[in-house]
């Protein structure tokens, strides 16, 4: 089956990508890379697979998926589990990469002894299947993941990432948490800028506790989904302001709507991600999603979607 089309003034071009949309699926649905195709197929204009992690391992324990229906949220605390980067290999190694962008995410193991062989192992073994490459420290399940995001880690790792590059790979994506101190932005741009990273994608879900009425409210996890959005939103204004456009942004985080995904793009997002709002409105939302966007690029008297990034 052909991969849908999109209007012409969707198509875009992000760290050498071209894009037939800019609404993309955010990893942690297709952890271990079964379902790409299927996504593509249902309108979404990218699909990133994963957290995928070196070797095989289980996750937390269950429960550890919580839906908040009354709050239109999620809180999940899997804990990267994933069948390793070797059962995901094959799969990916046989995709017809002519049917558009798909990414994977890569991750630590949990027991694992040194956290950044881990990503430089999981660029060098996944980048050749890879449309892109996204690394991911900021999940709240796995401890102490997150602080890799602290400045001295967060360049040591960066480091380590782009030495296992090759020549004409795919680019490497950051993903980075909502929850950060004030200077923060500003050292992960940096680092960002001065280890070759190609786009940050903002953000993961949270560790916080915006007010929430679900019984489940008090799970232990990372919580995703509406009550996200105005953290998410403005951890994405943060680090436009501390890049000034120089490095491309992915919005992601409480992305329910047309009128949400237009909101990232203004606000400096080149590219938007969802996840949990599938949970609630159906795998048809990246088409809606898409016509909308489309839509408001024709009555602001855009070319293209391109040109309404950073616009607010």
Do not use: C
């Not at 290999?89 to 962008?101: A, H, I, K, P, S």
């Amino acid at each position: 089956r052909a991969p849908p089309t999109f209007s012409p003034a969707l198509a875009t071009t992000v760290a050498g990508l071209r894009l037939p949309s800019p609404v993309g699926l955010a990893a942690g649905f297709d952890k271990d890379a079964e379902v790409f195709d299927a996504m593509l197929g249902l309108g979404f204009g990218f699909v990133e697979v994963g957290t995928i992690t070196p070797r095989p391992q289980p996750g937390n324990p269950r429960p550890r998926l919580f839906r908040l229906a009354e709050d239109r949220a999620v809180i999940n605390r899997f804990g990267f589990n994933s069948r390793g980067q070797a059962d995901a290999l094959g799969r990916l190694e046989r995709r017809d990469r002519t049917r558009g962008v798909v990414g994977v995410n890569i991750g630590a193991n949990k027991d694992s002894a040194d956290r950044i062989a881990d990503y430089a192992e999981g660029v060098r073994l996944m980048a050749p299947v890879a449309d892109y490459l996204t690394v991911n420290i900021s999940s709240p399940n796995t401890p102490g993941l997150r602080q890799l995001q602290d400045e001295g880690a967060l360049r040591e790792l960066l480091a380590a990432v782009r030495d296992a590059r090759v020549p004409g790979g795919p680019p490497v994506f950051l993903k980075v948490a909502p929850d950060l101190g004030q200077d923060e932005p500003a050292q992960i741009v940096r680092a960002a800028v001065d280890h070759d990273v190609d786009a940050l994608i903002v953000s993961n879900t949270t560790i916080s506790r915006p007010p929430l009425r679900s019984r489940h409210a008090g799970e232990t996890g990372g919580l995703s989904g509406a009550p996200l959005k105005a953290l998410a939103l403005d951890a994405l204004r943060r680090f436009r302001s501390a890049s000034g456009g120089q490095l491309p942004l992915i919005g992601a985080g409480g992305i329910g709507s047309a009128e949400d995904a237009w909101e990232r793009i203004r606000a400096g997002a080149s590219l938007v991600q969802l996840y949990s709002a599938m949970v609630y409105e159906g795998p048809g939302i990246a088409r809606r999603i898409a016509d909308g966007l489309a839509e408001r690029v024709e009555r602001a008297g855009f070319s293209s979607i391109a040109e309404a990034v950073g616009t607010e």
